[in-house]
């Protein structure tokens, strides 16, 4: 299995732009998270999803922010209109329901910057 | 709520020597607990996990950790490490929901 995929890896744009980034999960998790890792607040959850469903959104910063899962196999994490604050790397990682696994695979990350 | 403790943003050892990475949990159900080590550039790799049974738990690289009920406590040991341990590590705690709680992590850095 390829493993999580997320894109693009490298993200530069400018304030007021949208940015939408992607991820592809491991085929067969049914809970894909998204995360927000800074220096200054560490690795953040912003939403998860579990069958496609958002199941929780309360780490979702602010109305900028908005995430989709239209298919098992694909979500975005959009940001309309972004900051210089949302300088970070974005996380994907998605988890299987088997038994008692409860772990999560993490993709490579997106690494955006926002000038 | 649940909550993760990492004591030390930074842990110093020598290569050979003992590796100890604290970590304290609050979590009002029983939880699962993991591990997972992040390399530069990198997402986070699972080390290890306890969810039920033995609270001695053996993971990838020689590191292993004991959940302690009575003292909250999830520490990671490895008896001897290496320079290829030099890394970010993690604390996190999940329950049955799937919502998993990061700690803010461990930078641990060997010395030659």
């Known amino acids: 299995d390829a493993g999580v995929i997320q894109s693009p890896r490298h993200e530069v744009t400018e304030m007021g732009q949208e940015v939408t980034l992607r991820c592809k999960p491991i085929s067969g998790h049914d809970y894909l998270f998204w995360y927000r890792q800074t220096m200054m607040r560490g690795l953040e959850l912003l939403i998860y999803f579990n069958n496609n469903v958002p199941i929780d959104d309360s780490g979702m910063p602010e109305d900028r922010f908005s995430a989709k899962m239209p298919n098992a196999s694909f979500s975005t994490l959009k940001i309309q209109p972004s900051e210089p604050r949302d300088s970070a790397v974005y996380f994907c990682?998605?988890?299987?329901?088997?038994?008692?696994?409860?772990?999560?695979?993490f993709g490579p990350g997106t690494r955006l910057t926002v000038t | 709520a649940q909550s993760v403790t990492q004591l030390g943003s930074h842990v110093s050892v020598s290569e050979g020597a003992l590796v100890l990475l604290r970590c304290n949990y609050s979590s009002s159900v029983p939880p699962y607990l993991f591990w997972y080590v992040q390399y530069p550039n990198q997402g986070l790799q699972l080390l290890l996990k306890?969810?039920?049974?033995?609270?001695l738990v053996k993971g990838i690289n020689g590191f292993e950790a004991e959940f302690k009920k009575s003292e909250t406590s999830f520490h990671l040991t490895k008896p001897s490490a290496h320079m290829s341990d030099a890394a970010e590590y993690f604390c996190?705690?999940?329950?049955?929901?799937?919502?998993?709680?990061f700690g803010a992590g461990t930078r641990l850095f060997v010395k030659a």
């Open positions: 306890y969810t039920t049974g033995a609270t």
């Open positions: 990682a998605s988890s299987p329901r088997v038994g008692s696994s409860y772990e999560q695979y």
């Open positions: 996190a705690v999940s329950d049955v929901s799937f919502k998993t709680i």
